[in-house]
């Protein structure tokens, strides 16, 4: 049995290391998890509450349309329902897409260092990735736009950048959709929207009645906290989301995932909360690398990305032995260290084994 031959050399995606895994490896009692940008403060209690009514109806298939939620996310955004898309993960939109829009010979833009997704679905549907390098860490939306061509299909901008944490201001994207045409897809990737503060952000949906060749994708994993429920959703226009939902299978989506995302989305005061004390968090770190001398991109989601001036790699591996998980090996910038912002013990536990870490690492050289 052999796989299509296109696809054997694809990448497979190496999630952050689990906690378990890691304490079994190296027989430690606690580890602190910061690398794959969960919220560090759960969920809200009404997504509990949500769960356990539905823990009787597991015979039952979910709403394959998740009509419920769809109308409370539709009210949520002021769009209409037909507007909004829901998979397993925004990563599932994003393999729709690429699914309903991208063929062999076809073109699409992306960031040199942005979600690994983006191109590994565009590899499966035979289309040609175009790697734009970012500029300062941020999406280098001019080249992007030179980059363009009668045979590109979609544009692809990580709206804050993962890894980077940067953000395309509202200016600069205005500037950009102005230009591009209007027969290519933008997609706006605004995972970590919720946890944005500064003013010269764009919301995406705000966008849609515009420019028509925009999609927005965002994700309950993150601020929401339901990363294990897998449940994100995409929206633009009603004729785009149609054909997306053409591709996409008839029960993506769980009946658990459904319930727990209406509950978490009714809960503003729990995202505003969250928001905050991620805010705080950031200040912190950013303190502490500014007070070892490091430099750091200026960090938009709950999550920083600091040079390490030497092997992050290393420094990963020493960090890992004393219990703490953090995201390195970014091809791009091997120095570089991206750490999730947690609760302020973990923050603290972070800092301290990563300036022990820092330390035997320069004694080793």
Known sequence: MQPKAHIVDLPVYQPGKPIEEVQKEYGLSEVVKLASNENPYG?????????????????????????????????????????????????????????????????NIMADATFSVYKSNADIEKATSIEVPLKNGTHDLE??????????????????????????????????LDRVPSSVMVVLDEAYFEYVTDSAYPDGTKLLADYGNVVVLRTFSKIYGLAALRIGYGVGQASVIRSINQVREPFNTTRIAQAAAKAALADREFVESCRIKNTEGISFLQGE????????????????????????????????RKGVIARAGFKLYPTYMRVTVGSPRENEIFIRTFEEALNEQGAAV
């Open 43 to 107: 969920f809200s209690p009404r997504v509990k509450a949500a769960i356990e009514s539905e823990l009787t109806k597991f015979n039952l298939y979910p709403d394959g349309g998740a009509v419920e939620l769809t109308a409370a996310v539709a009210e949520h955004l002021s769009v209409q329902a037909d507007q909004v898309i829901f998979g397993c993960g925004s990563d599932e939109i994003i393999a729709l897409i690429a699914r309903a829009f991208l063929s062999e010979g076809d073109e």
């Open 143 to 176: 080249a992007m736009l030179a980059a363009v061509t009668d045979r590109t299909q979609i544009v692809w901008i990580c709206n804050p950048n993962n890894p980077t944490g940067t953000i395309v201001s509202e200016t600069e994207l205005k500037s950009f």
């Open 289 to 320: 690398f500014d007070r070892l001398g490091l430099s750091y991109f200026p960090a938009n989601g709950n999550f920083i990305m600091v040079d390490t001036q030497r092997s992050a790699a290393d420094l990963f591996q020493r960090m890992l």
